[in-house]
């Protein structure tokens, strides 16, 4: 399980108190990734099936945006990972470099509902523009398609941050049924 998921339950839901949920996963670290378009299918289906349920549903997705780690690693990393880390944060690494201009443009486009244009994004556009991390905003887009589904939504954006020593761009976008 990649962090993102774990991590957004841990820090939202005491342990052992986390509510009924289906998980729902994305390849985001390797070909074959899912198109940017089957995404957005899958997200509308989730959302179809959450809007007949009759419940009361939270739709939760987590992913980065641009970024392009040399290796997803626990604890531990090795000198050269950190040594990498220092280089990024000083402009000298050979890595993607942080793209706030496509991390803001994803962003904008996530609370103007503009979806489809996001599900137009190639797979090599994103991995030029955002970096080999930068995958992981499909989870944010099938999310976004399973509140659309169910109507017209608001969105806001709460938080976003290019934090070049962690060597990844950071935010945070709200949204709820118009």
Not at 2 to 30: K, R, S
Not at 140 to 157: E, N, V
């Amino acid at each position: 399980v990649d962090n993102g998921f774990p991590q957004l339950l841990e820090i939202l839901f005491d342990a052992g108190h986390t509510p009924p949920l289906i998980p729902v996963f994305i390849n985001c670290a390797a070909p074959p990734r899912p198109p940017m378009a089957r995404v957005l299918a899958l997200g509308q289906a989730i959302g179809r099936f959450a809007a007949a349920s009759g419940q009361r549903v939270l739709l939760l997705a987590s992913g980065g945006l641009s970024h392009d780690p040399p290796v997803p690693l626990l604890e531990g990393a090795p000198p050269a990972v950190r040594r990498e880390g220092q280089l990024f944060a000083d402009g000298s690494s050979r890595r993607t470099p942080l793209n706030p201009d496509w991390d803001e443009a994803f962003l904008d486009a996530l609370q103007a509902g503009d979806l489809d244009r996001l599900a137009r994004l190639r797979d090599a556009d994103i991995t030029r523009d955002g970096g080999a991390g930068g995958h992981e905003v499909r989870p944010l887009l099938a999310a976004a398609a399973a509140l659309a589904a169910a109507g017209p939504y608001r969105a806001q954006r709460r938080y976003y941050r290019p934090i070049v020593p962690w060597i990844a761009g950071f935010g945070v976008v709200t949204a709820q049924p118009a």
